[in-house]
């Protein structure tokens, strides 16, 4: 053999080579994307069954929970009248004793009776301080013998809040006067009784620390407030003001927004201001306690 087909057929052995090469290696690579779909397959139903998992757990948790309940039926319902809380609690135990007595409590001391109204529901309205949550117990006593469970917490912020409205009126002259209306949920019988604007000045990060004064609003024949904010806006200064609002009722709950509810904006050379208003809520603030 002569050397150039020597060489000829180490060329053909080197190609048979390669192509058996690739060859392996296609299928390697469709066995490898093979496993990877069977793999993404396994892992789309270990989450499926995970979460069906987490249903049937859910399921069991609240059947367990329903059976060791000493009551088949639990109604509350929260309530603001005159000043003051309400929950209006009802009951029905799944046994009562000849004897057993009912009754709500607070973690607090403050307690009511609950009554049978003939039905074999127990029923009674606790007053109580105001507050941000409850979390009621209902007690069944006879002798020395008492049954108790917690009810589930319940949160007064339906409740105590305050639906408002802000928009810019002019005195005439000059865009400086906030209107404010507001509006109470249906459950609720708030009324403001003072409004507060505070002046903050927008610059300063910390708003504790940015509060340039306050205005009170006046109550206008329409049913909204107006405040007088002449004094902070009609300068030739630069400022950058947010306005927040405070309401306190008849009844001496206070309220807060938790945000501003308006802002304004001037320039250096007092040329241009902008100004920004809209809708926000108030929420109760029941102090530390």
Not at 38 to 62: F, K
Not at 79 to 90: F, S
Not at 129 to 137: A, I, T
Not at 250 to 260: A, I, M, N
Request: net charge negative.
């Amino acid at each position: 053999m002569d050397k150039k087909t020597g060489h000829i057929l180490s060329a053909v052995v080197a190609i048979a080579v390669v192509g058996g090469l690739f060859r392996q290696n296609a299928a390697l690579q469709g066995k490898v994307d093979q496993l990877s779909q069977q793999m993404s397959s396994l892992s789309n139903q270990l989450v499926d069954t995970r979460y069906d998992l987490s249903d049937e757990i859910g399921t069991l948790r609240r059947d367990l929970e329903d059976e060791a309940s000493l009551f088949s039926i639990v109604e509350t319902e929260l309530g603001y009248e005159n000043g003051a809380l309400t929950l209006a609690v009802t009951v029905v135990p799944k046994e009562l004793s000849a004897g057993e007595t009912a009754q709500v409590s607070l973690s607090t001391g403050e307690t009511a009776v609950l009554t049978d109204d003939g039905t074999g529901r127990l029923s009674g309205v606790l007053t109580c301080s105001l507050r941000d949550s409850l979390e009621p117990v209902v007690s069944l006593t006879a002798g020395d013998r008492t049954r108790r469970e917690i009810l589930p917490t319940l949160w007064t912020n339906e409740l105590f809040t305050l639906k408002g409205d802000s928009y810019w009126a002019s005195d005439g002259e000059h865009t400086n006067q906030l209107q404010l209306t507001f509006s109470a949920p249906e459950s609720s019988a708030l009324e403001p009784e003072t409004v507060t604007v505070e002046v903050r000045s927008a610059i300063l990060e910390v708003v504790e620390g940015s509060l340039m004064g306050t205005v009170e609003a006046v109550r206008q024949a329409d049913g909204s407030w107006r405040a007088d904010l002449s004094q902070y806006l009609n300068t030739e200064e630069e400022y950058d003001y947010d306005f927040w609002v405070s309401v306190t009722t008849g009844e001496g709950v206070l309220l807060r927004s938790d945000q501003p509810v308006a802002d304004c904006q001037q320039n250096g050379d007092g040329s241009s201001s902008s100004w920004s208003e809209g809708d926000f809520a108030l929420y109760a603030d029941f102090g530390e306690g």
